[in-house]
């Protein structure tokens, strides 16, 4: 592990216990350390020449040799193994032993470490131990503690104990469908400052549906190595195995609970019954995710248990589902998120795998500064699950700072992997000569604070997505869940339109980076970036999305999502088989505003470079832009796929909607006969420039 010279080393031996040497005396550690979890390690010679090692403060072993009594070492460099990487996490070296008594205290002055299992915490106790948990997390605050560490395993938790609080959350749901916003929360940090939490390859296996983790008005923290997942997902999935004249057989999947009630199939979990379902069909053959009425039709006959976990069902005689494929069922509900970061900054998730995420999944909301390093989104290998997420894996609305996804891996949502946008208030009420009343418009986005003294705000033209104006913010005044006053440092304009025209947040908008990730197994897009600021897109893998693998939106009129982008590089990507469930022409990249004026010298976008990509496709369209200004598609190459079928005969390459300075260069198709027109509209001619492509 490491040297000095020939005077002093340290080393693991074959079975992982420590082996301290120096000048010939050699001492080794009763305990193992190469269990995942983490030791603070203290390797101590005294004056006589005894060693000592100390694991997490108390004495594991010693020897002495009377006839080497402190021999002389010799000075020179400490040298560590380069291949050790972040095992190591801190190193201190004294000229000095520390004593029994330093050694105890070590914890609090060298690391400021609250361990789990000195709380009395054990894992694999399957007990809730949900308030346990909780009193370490405020042990950490009380204490000041840089680190909460969980030896590894596994932890149950139950909502019986939880948090409760109230927590309005974009995209989730309306009055009507959760008159409640109160969340069930698993662990809860709120105003925490600088903490790493060390999971070391713990699983925390919640029960119920629940918010796993709230990170609240927190700064500067890491959530690191740790497994996520539920007993019980609230997805549920069954295989279509059987079909007969006596009806369809399914086998259910181990985690999804069900019970036949009169000859009906019931799906339901810890303490809750799915009931507003939204489904999913799997096809094993071709690994794509299409909407299906299958489970429509299974929910409508009869169903009768033929063995543990299969069920036939009696179906109308045109019904024959394909044998193999596997219906994912899910309720629409979302009264729970998979995690919820709030008005926090300088936040890691890092090595994190989040198995199942009911509702909506981790949502950053108004923060800044977000890090999302080797997270992933996927049932664990051993399971047999297909889904991991109700809907979105990655939700960021409003925030600020910078958004970085490197490495990460998402496969199994109902809706799409990564959502990062903001929200777009309407005018409703000019109120005095610099104050306005504005009103959340979509159904599953309110209550909540979309701006703040001294952001600075764009007056947004919804028939044309146009930014007209602009202004700083001097208050804010909540009149309700839906409505909000802001008072602003300027007049307002004159020509507002009230009901039509919106309000965007331009300081809540972040710089977005998502590289080296890998997308797949979704039935919608797999990436949905709104932002002003700079947009890398590099170095992804989009593995069969079932709709556009990137959109870029803005609206005003719909989900009222931020607006005009201004700096996007999508480049150096892989898309395969991408958008056969649908979207603007089943197109694989797609910027598409929500703007009812399409004239080309009026764009909403602009600045989108597609460089250096590889396009696998199915005959289908590799860009559909509308209302952009400054597209430079260059040196992507496009080759053609037999797997699935095209959708309609004689599609265009490229569409292209009242789009102005088009630059379409060095693309390389990979069939002479296919894929180089290119549709205009809403256009002149001349706005386009290309080398081999055909109108």
Not at 159 to 169: D, H, L, N, S
Not at 274 to 292: C, G, L, M, Q, V
Not at 425 to 440: H, N, Q, S, V
Request: aromatic share 8%.
């Amino acid at each position: 592990m490491l040297h000095q010279g020939k005077d002093l080393s340290v080393n693991l031996d074959v079975d992982g216990h420590l082996v301290f040497t120096v000048g010939g005396v050699k001492v080794v550690s009763r305990q193992t350390v190469n269990n995942d979890s983490e030791f603070l390690v203290s390797l101590c010679r005294e004056r006589n020449g005894m060693l000592k090692i100390y694991l997490n403060g108390e004495l594991d072993q010693s020897a002495y040799d009377t006839s080497i009594v402190n021999p002389d070492i010799r000075r020179g460099s400490v040298i560590i193994n380069s291949s050790l990487g972040n095992a190591i996490s801190q190193l201190k070296i004294k000229n000095k032993a520390l004593d029994y008594k330093a050694n105890k205290n070590i914890r609090g002055i060298q690391k400021d470490t609250v361990c789990l299992r000195d709380l009395g915490i054990q894992p694999y106790t399957y007990e809730n131990c949900i308030e346990k948990l909780q009193s370490a997390i405020d042990e950490c605050k009380r204490s000041g503690a840089k680190v909460l560490s969980l030896s590894k395993g596994r932890y149950d938790i139950w909502p019986e104990g939880a948090v409760r609080k109230e927590y309005f959350i974009s995209n989730t749901s309306s009055e009507q469908e959760c008159p409640s916003k109160v969340k069930t929360v698993g662990l809860w940090f709120k105003d925490i400052d600088n903490l790493t939490i060390e999971g070391n390859g713990s699983t925390l296996m919640y029960h119920g549906k629940m918010t796993t983790m709230v990170f609240d008005h927190c700064k500067n923290i890491k959530l690191h190595n740790i497994h996520i997942d539920f007993e019980r997902p609230a997805g549920s999935e069954m295989q279509y195995v059987k079909e007969d004249s006596e009806g369809v057989e399914v086998r259910i999947h181990r985690d999804t609970r069900y019970e036949i009630v009169n000859g009906r199939l019931n799906l339901y979990g810890e303490g809750w019954k799915s009931i507003k379902n939204h489904y999913i069909e799997y096809d094993p053959e071709f690994e794509t995710f299409r909407y299906s009425k299958g489970w429509n039709i299974l929910n409508d006959s009869k169903a009768e248990e033929v063995a543990d976990h299969l069920v036939r069902f009696t179906v109308p005689e045109d019904f024959h589902p394909k044998i193999g494929n596997t219906l994912t069922i899910r309720d629409i509900i979302r009264d729970q998120v998979g995690m919820f970061i709030v008005n926090s900054k300088d936040m890691v998730l890092s090595r994190v795998n989040m198995h199942y995420m009911h509702g909506l999944g981790i949502v950053s909301q108004y923060s800044e500064n977000i890090m999302m390093d080797r997270v992933k989104c996927v049932p664990p290998e051993s399971s047999g699950r297909l889904l991991a997420a109700s809907a979105d894996m990655m939700h960021f609305s409003g925030c600020k700072g910078k958004v970085i996804i490197d490495s990460c891996y998402f496969a199994g949502s109902q809706d799409d992997p990564i959502n990062i946008h903001g929200t777009n208030l309407r005018i409703i009420e000019r109120i005095d000569g610099r104050t306005l009343k504005l009103r959340f418009m979509h159904a599953q986005t309110y209550g909540f604070q979309a701006y703040f003294p001294n952001d600075e705000i764009a007056y947004v033209r919804a028939s044309t997505m146009e930014r007209f104006a602009s202004a700083k913010v001097v208050s804010v005044k909540k009149v309700s869940d839906r409505e909000v006053e802001i008072k602003l440092d300027r007049e307002i304009p004159v020509d507002i339109k009230v009901n039509h025209d919106c309000i965007e947040n331009m300081t809540c908008t972040p710089e977005v980076v998502i590289r080296n990730s890998y997308f797949t197994r979704t039935s919608t897009r797999g990436t949905l970036v709104t932002t002003p600021r700079k947009v890398l897109i590099e170095n992804n893998v989009y593995y069969k999305t079932g709709m556009s693998a990137i959109l870029i939106a803005g609206d005003a009129e719909g989900w009222f999502e931020s607006g005009p982008v201004c700096d996007v590089l999508i480049k150096g990507n892989t898309f395969v088989d991408c958008a056969y469930n649908g979207g603007n022409r089943n197109a694989i990249i797609t910027v598409n505003p929500s703007n009812s004026v399409v004239d080309a010298n009026r764009s909403v976008h602009k600045n989108i470079r597609i460089e250096n990509n590889l396009f696998k496709t199915f005959g289908n369209p590799v860009l559909y832009a509308k209302s952009t200004q400054g597209i430079l598609f260059l040196n992507n190459k496009v080759e053609h796929t037999y797997l699935l079928s095209s959708l309609s005969p004689d599609q265009s390459a490229f569409y292209l909607n009242g789009c102005k300075d088009v630059t379409i260069r060095g693309t390389i198709f990979g069939s002479e006969d296919t894929g180089r027109k290119v549709h205009i509209e809403n256009m002149e001619k001349d706005y386009l420039k290309s080398d081999n492509i055909v109108y």
